[in-house]
């Protein structure tokens, strides 16, 4: 844990949810956050609610599908703290539905905000961490891509491509550029709900997340276990869900 003193971390989609959960674990353990996303509004609660438990924390309006917004969100890291060694990039959206029902504005959503959020969120960071000879990508991933089920193939192709592409960039770094996917299970936020339309999927989708979920923070203490490793450790891909989860 003395390993994450002084570091200063980025993470996109930090008003709610597990980013939230990340922010507010990272600040109790001495860690400057930078927060990114799109509300706010809740955003600045999320920073007073970190400043009000001591910690120290700012934000930037961020939607990861616009690559000047994740490059203002590591200018105001850069801005405000000299640096920065880690982004979190957990930003994402899931549009569940059939493939046959075509719905290309939902897949247009999930890879620009998935896939290609992601890849911003990376460019935004590698020249950073390149002039500073340091640096660590987390990827927030999911399970939706290891186990394939109906009405999740899209959202889970483009996790997948995160997974093929972390791995991609992990061969080719030099060690001084660190990589880690987190895939989470069911987790007790409104994201599994709010992703689908279908009351009848709705319904299923509260079900699952009533009877399985874990809390946010395992996401958290997870991201605190890869980033506090000594520098000569990476930690490449976790899996967190619940006991229960099939």
Known sequence: MQNL???IVAVTGASAGIGKAIAIKLAENGVK??????????LEKVVEEIKSAGGEAVFAKTDVSNKADLVQLVNVAITH?????????????????????????????MIDSNLKGVLYGMAAAIPVFKKQASGHIVNI??????KIVPTQGVYAGTKNAVRTIAEAFRQESD?????TGI?????????AVK?????????????AVEELAISPESIAN???YAISQPKDVEVGDIVIRPSKQN
């Open 141 to 146: 991933i999911s399970t939706s891509g290891i």
């Open 175 to 179: 060690g001084s550029i660190r990589i």
């Open 195 to 207: 992703s689908v339309n279908r009351e009848d999927m709705k319904a299923a989708a509260s079900k």
């Open 33 to 42: 956050v930078v927060l990114g996303a799109r509300n706010t509004e809740l």
């Open 5 to 7: 003193r002084e570091k």
């Open 222 to 224: 997870a991201v605190i």
């Open 81 to 109: 703290y000299g640096k920065l060694d880690v982004i979190v990039n957990n930003a994402g959206v899931a549009r569940l539905s059939r493939i046959d029902e075509l719905d290309t504005d939902g897949w247009d959503e």
């Open 183 to 191: 895939s989470p299970g069911y987790i007790k936020t409104d994201f």
